[in-house]
């Protein structure tokens, strides 16, 4: 089933040319001729030349991110966006949510629909939509938001994953907490699943595990795009061991997605390092899946500078916590979790650390929490890898700052234009 995307603003045009060339360049390879087809089904379509077209629409207010989006897909010979599968406009939506979703948004809206219908209607199976997107910009939170919104309405049926990039929590746009606030009230209600990356946590992942001195955008991005392109590519599931799972989002969601009012969705992703480290170090299986057991555990979204004294308590209760635990420290509990490994001797590798009950609210006990993804394939040029998609807790601290930091800088405003209001009446 094919996946069609759809990059809005320049956070979702940049990251989606990154994991259009991260998927294109992990097919190519030995021995992926079956691997191959399916990613191409999902996420390409053959141009009458035979070239690779990418299933997505482009959007932003301004032309240029998205010229030099297209551009550089040309250049890489490998693949390339549809000709005319792009929308923008001469002028921005300067940072303003409302500006997004109240202006541009409703006066684009017929034009934007009909660029993603031509899109769905070139695929012979529909896998759902997946929507690109920052929280903190114009056009990326407002028109993104809004566009979430028709589509939904024009397919109620289908599945919608949005990919929201967090803002530095020291701040890029002033009002960046009010776009965040606004975005997620809203796609909270239209969305299937949303997954969130945090600026912040990824450039550290850039800074000390890969190494670079000096990180750009794009080196923030290409991050995003192989933990993204680790989740999305194929692999089998418990229910299709001996072919790839046919639809990659439903199953996803399926997955993780277990109550319809828990889905913000955290990743993690284990090993990244730069590509001069990656050529002299070994892996095994065991010790990368307790590193990233720990990881979810302690709410780490590296492996370095882990918690390890963080620990889930032998005996957990209805409130969270066992009597004789009651003073340790707290852990990150889920309500549901996936994990996908791919690389060389993979059937081998143990998850029954992933399955321990004392991981998963008390509340759901379907049996359901936990899944398990898989594929022999090398990705993105690590021998052994291993993501897990979380529905936990771990996103509350960065959720309720952004939460308080809006209310504050709300009620700062209404103090001073009570203010004003008290001295012009003093006059």
Request: contains cysteine; glycine residues 8%; aromatic residues 8%.
């Amino acid at each position: 089933m094919s996946i069609v995307t759809l990059q809005v603003g320049q956070c979702g045009n940049q990251i989606g040319h990154e994991l259009f060339s991260a998927i294109s360049g992990d097919c190519n390879g030995p021995n992926r001729k079956t691997y191959s087809e399916c990613s191409n089904e999902r996420f390409f379509h053959e141009s009458p030349t035979g070239e690779l077209v990418a299933r997505s629409v482009l959007v932003d207010m301004e032309p240029k991110v998205i010229a030099q989006t297209i551009s550089k897909a040309c250049k890489s010979g490998r693949w390339r966006y549809g000709a005319e599968a792009h929308f923008s406009q001469k002028q921005g939506s300067g940072n303003n949510w409302a500006n997004g979703f109240c202006v541009h948004g409703p006066r684009h809206k017929e034009v934007v629909e009909e660029l993603v219908r031509r899109e769905i209607e070139r695929c012979d199976r529909l896998a759902g939509i997946f929507t690109m997107m920052s929280v903190a910009g114009g056009t990326g939170s407002g028109v993104g938001t809004y566009i979430t919104q028709c589509l939904r309405d024009m397919y109620p049926q289908s599945f919608i994953f949005n990919q929201l990039t967090w803002p530095y929590g020291a701040g890029e746009v002033i009002v960046q907490n009010y776009n965040s606030v606004l975005t997620l009230s809203h796609l909270y209600q239209l969305s299937d699943a949303i997954l969130v990356h945090e600026n912040d946590t990824v450039h550290k992942i850039c800074s000390r595990l890969m190494n670079i001195k000096h990180i750009s955008i794009t080196d923030v991005n290409k991050v995003i795009a192989h933990q993204l392109g680790s989740v999305l590519q194929p692999a089998y599931t418990a229910d299709s061991s001996s072919y790839y799972c046919r639809n990659p989002i439903g199953e996803l969601l399926s997955s993780v997605v277990c109550h319809p009012e828990y889905k913000l969705l955290s990743l993690c992703n284990i090993p990244q390092m730069s590509s001069t480290s990656l050529a002299y170090s070994a892996f095994n299986w065991p010790g990368l899946l307790k590193h990233l057991r720990q990881m979810l555990i302690a709410s780490a979204r590296m492996e370095e500078g882990i918690d390890w004294t963080v620990s889930v308590p032998s005996a957990v209760t209805s409130g969270g916590e066992s009597g004789k635990n009651s003073r340790q420290k707290s852990f990150n509990m889920s309500i549901a979790n996936l994990l996908i490994l791919r690389g060389k001797d993979v059937s081998t590798a143990q998850t029954d650390g992933f399955k321990d009950p004392g991981l998963y609210v008390p509340w759901f006990t379907t049996g359901n929490s936990f899944s398990a993804w898989n594929s022999p394939v090398p990705f993105n040029g690590y021998e052994k890898s291993a993501t897990l998609v979380s529905n936990g807790q771990s996103l509350l601290k960065p959720l309720d700052n952004i939460v308080r930091k809006a209310w504050d800088m709300f009620a700062s405003s209404l103090e001073s234009q009570r203010r004003i209001f008290s001295t012009a009446s003093l006059h």
